[in-house]
């Protein structure tokens, strides 16, 4: 190799070196920012209304009365959000006891619905008190109950099926989720937030006027009022944040 090229080299590998530090850097600087007004106003919001399923239980055997709310499910394994299976069907079943509140939202007479994200899997039928429902593709809601009554329960069973054994599978998240009829969605008010906030980073990043404006919108909603008050209202969205996302 002549001087010339190792001294090329010499050159053109700091350099190199150089570019992918400071594209690490940047790399890791993005991932630690801390949320936005937006994103913390929406999660705590969508708080509100969400809440984990408490309990899961997991098997592989195929019985017929699965399904059935008389089978006695007590010595199944219990399962959590991210541990994996190998099998290439599975049984779930969650035995969902409807609370008063959620996060001290009254949810007596609203909908709840059942949100399941997997990871791996093919097919998802879901059965609700041994009936099988119409609704039922993963990751999208399952409707549980148009009127939701306080220490009901309600019996949950989920045929999981994947394309073979061998393969990850597991639950990525089982959320159970409120809706009322007579009140404005906190989620819903969340997600304008967000919406407002993106469009004004895409079409008016300088517009200092309109990102105080959605300031002072997140800033009118009592998020600690909101989360601890049992029957209070969570308020309708601001006009300022319609208004806002009406003229972006």
């Given at each position: 190799?002549?001087s010339?090229?190792?001294?090329?080299?010499?050159?053109?590998?700091?350099?190199?070196?150089?570019?992918?530090?400071?594209?690490?850097?940047?790399?890791?600087?993005?991932r630690?920012?801390?949320?936005?007004?937006?994103?913390?106003?929406e999660?705590?919001?969508?708080?509100?209304?969400?809440?984990?399923?408490?309990?899961?239980?997991?098997?592989?055997?195929?019985?017929?009365?699965?399904?059935?709310?008389?089978?006695?499910?007590?010595?199944?394994?219990?399962?959590?959000?991210?541990?994996?299976?190998?099998?290439?069907?599975?049984?779930?079943?969650?035995?969902?006891?409807?609370?008063?509140?959620?996060?001290?939202?009254?949810?007596?007479?609203?909908?709840l619905?059942?949100?399941?994200?997997?990871?791996?899997?093919?097919?998802?039928?879901?059965?609700?008190?041994?009936?099988?429902?119409?609704?039922?593709?993963?990751?999208?809601?399952?409707?549980?109950?148009?009127?939701?009554?306080?220490?009901?329960?309600?019996?949950?069973?989920?045929?999981?099926?994947?394309?073979?054994?061998?393969?990850?599978?597991?639950?990525?998240?089982?959320?159970?989720?409120?809706?009322?009829?007579?009140?404005?969605d906190?989620?819903?008010?969340?997600?304008?937030?967000?919406?407002?906030?993106?469009?004004?980073?895409?079409?008016?990043?300088?517009?200092?006027?309109?990102?105080?404006?959605?300031?002072?919108?997140?800033?009118?909603?009592?998020?600690?009022?909101?989360?601890?008050?049992?029957?209070?209202?969570?308020?309708?969205?601001?006009?300022?944040?319609?208004?806002?996302?009406?003229?972006?």
């Amino acid at each position: 190799m002549s001087s010339a090229h190792k001294w090329g080299w010499s050159v053109v590998l700091p350099l190199l070196m150089c570019s992918a530090t400071l594209a690490s850097r940047s790399f890791a600087e993005q991932r630690v920012q801390p949320p936005t007004m937006s994103e913390t106003a929406e999660a705590r919001l969508s708080s509100l209304v969400t809440l984990d399923v408490p309990d899961m239980r997991f098997s592989a055997r195929e019985d017929a009365r699965t399904a059935s709310t008389d089978l006695d499910d007590s010595a199944w394994k219990a399962i959590h959000p991210n541990e994996e299976w190998l099998e290439s069907f599975v049984w779930l079943r969650m035995r969902i006891v409807v609370p008063t509140q959620i996060h001290g939202y009254d949810i007596r007479g609203g909908r709840l619905s059942l949100s399941l994200s997997l990871r791996g899997t093919r097919a998802v039928r879901f059965f609700l008190n041994g009936v099988a429902l119409n609704a039922g593709q993963e990751r999208e809601p399952v409707l549980l109950t148009e009127h939701a009554v306080p220490g009901e329960t309600l019996l949950v069973a989920v045929y999981v099926a994947s394309d073979g054994e061998g393969e990850r599978k597991h639950i990525r998240e089982a959320k159970i989720h409120f809706e009322a009829s007579n009140r404005p969605d906190p989620a819903v008010l969340g997600q304008e937030f967000l919406v407002a906030e993106a469009m004004l980073k895409g079409l008016a990043p300088s517009d200092s006027e309109h990102s105080q404006q959605l300031s002072t919108a997140i800033n009118a909603i009592d998020l600690g009022r909101s989360l601890n008050t049992g029957r209070k209202r969570v308020p309708r969205p601001p006009q300022s944040t319609k208004a806002l996302i009406g003229r972006l």
